[in-house]
């Protein structure tokens, strides 16, 4: 023990004093910052309006479509969490200069003609030709001078079916409170049925899915490599008959792994206690200008189910990185072999959307067990319909017990690899090594 305990104090303090270390650890939360203020200073920025003539062939249109634009009608823009309405009064009312062409008694031609001067010209950014049967057949063309501009094509179309379905019930009758109720959008709230009989939002639970196994993905990308690095250093070095003389393989492995994973849980404490500082900032501040903000409801036991299955997942993949390194004799080698393990864990994020849907169906409790897709699958089936205790355990049991068996694998091939100088082991050459150290 004295000497694992040593080979992790060396580990983890060698990287942790690495100017590097140091230097990633505390601007990552300064960049990460920036993606929530840059976005919105940027959505602040004003630009100039989009000038339109509209040529209404039918004599209706224009009116409504002037309103439309802003999407005043719907009654959709006055809710903060449409991300649709969002958008409209981005591109509203206020980024649009309309302009009604009088058609009196010239042809088509020649309206077309002279807007396309005006084009030319930059008199005007675009304009739109209604047809006489728009409100029949719902087609209309949209000339301009930026087609890269989808923005404005996409607000303009949504303007037009807005104004469209409000004049086809104007004609049909329909009062204005009537018109209002029929745009009015369905609120749908989706709850859980707790073991206790409450009901429980289970989106915020939903969503920290998302997070862990994001910040899992980025953890193992990150690290994966310097545990490959850490473990065929001495490879590069050639001090293994003086190491292995002193330490076991298999503790100086270990003493590798867990000291490279102190300093990744090290890194990502920080990172956590940042974000977590910036967003409750965040809510504050929302809290001050009237808006809701507050810390989602999750039960106490699904953060322990977070913190278990996050470090199963990253050991599970750790180990197969130390596995890897010692199968191979410089770091160039252990990156084209690593690639296939980012394929796995892609793989087991892809199985989110199978086991959300049926999340106690056999192939969910499956792919729940296999130590690969387990810190993935078994969280899902959490927050959506919680197994069995038991069968939360048995994964648990069976993907840790797998990081032992890997490492122990890990350990036999490194300790033969390590005396075979300039020779990258096969597959069924590691096997051989592992049965006969």
């Known amino acids: 023990m004295k000497k694992f305990l040593a080979v992790v104090k060396r580990e983890y303090l060698a990287r942790v004093r690495a100017k590097m270390f140091i230097v990633s650890t505390f601007l990552l939360p300064i960049v990460m910052s920036l993606f929530g203020i840059v976005p919105a200073l940027i959505l602040n920025i004003k630009t100039p309006p989009v000038r339109v ?54 042809s088509l031609d020649e309206i077309r003609a ?42 303009v179309q949504s303007a037009l079916n807005r104004a469209m379905r409000e004049q086809r019930l104007i004609e049909a009758n329909v009062d204005t409170k009537t018109r209002q109720e029929l745009f009015k959008p369905v609120e749908l709230n989706a709850v859980k049925i707790g073991s206790d009989g409450q009901q429980r939002d289970a989106r915020a639970s939903f969503a920290l899915v998302f997070g862990v196994g994001f910040v899992m993905y980025l953890a193992i990308l990150m690290y994966g490599q310097i545990i490959l690095g850490a473990v065929i250093e001495e490879k590069e070095t ?54 809701p903000a507050s810390i989602p409801r999750i039960p106490f036991s699904h953060y322990v189910y977070f913190v278990l299955f996050f470090l199963l997942g990253y050991f599970i993949y750790a180990t197969i990185y130390a596995l890897v390194g010692s199968m191979v004799t410089t770091a160039q080698e252990g990156g084209q072999l690593a690639i296939p393990i980012i394929l796995i864990l892609v793989v087991s994020f892809y199985l989110f959307w199978p086991v959300s849907r049926s999340p106690n169906s056999p192939f969910a409790f499956w792919v729940s067990m296999i130590p690969f897709s387990a810190p993935v699958a078994m969280l899902v089936r959490i927050v959506t319909q919680t197994p069995p205790f038991w069968q939360i355990a048995l994964s648990l049991v069976i993907g840790f017990s797998s990081v032992l068996v890997i490492m122990w694998v890990a350990s036999r091939v490194y300790r033969v690899g390590m005396l075979m100088y300039g020779k990258r082991a096969s597959i069924p050459e590691a096997l051989r090594w592992a049965r006969q150290a």
């Open 238 to 291: 050639r001090i293994a008959e003086i190491l292995f003389s002193s330490v076991k393989p298999f503790t100086l492995m270990m003493g590798k792994l867990v000291g490279v994973s102190f300093v990744a849980l090290t890194q990502l404490t920080i990172w956590a206690t940042a974000f977590t500082a910036f967003a409750v900032f965040g809510m504050s501040l929302l809290t001050s200008k009237g808006l």
């Open 53 to 106: 003539a509209v040529v209404d062939q039918t004599g209706k249109m224009y009116a409504s479509l002037q309103e439309s634009v802003s999407g005043d009608d719907s009654g959709k823009t006055n809710d903060p969490t449409n991300i649709q309405s969002g958008f409209r009064r981005g591109r509203g009312a206020e980024n649009f200069a309309f302009e009604e062409v009088a058609i009196a008694n010239r």
């Open 114 to 155: 002279n807007l396309d001067q005006r084009l030319a010209a930059r008199e005007l950014d675009g304009y739109i030709i209604l047809p006489p049967d728009f409100l029949e057949h719902a087609q209309a063309e949209f000339f301009n001078n930026n087609p890269g501009d989808v923005f404005s094509v996409q607000a």
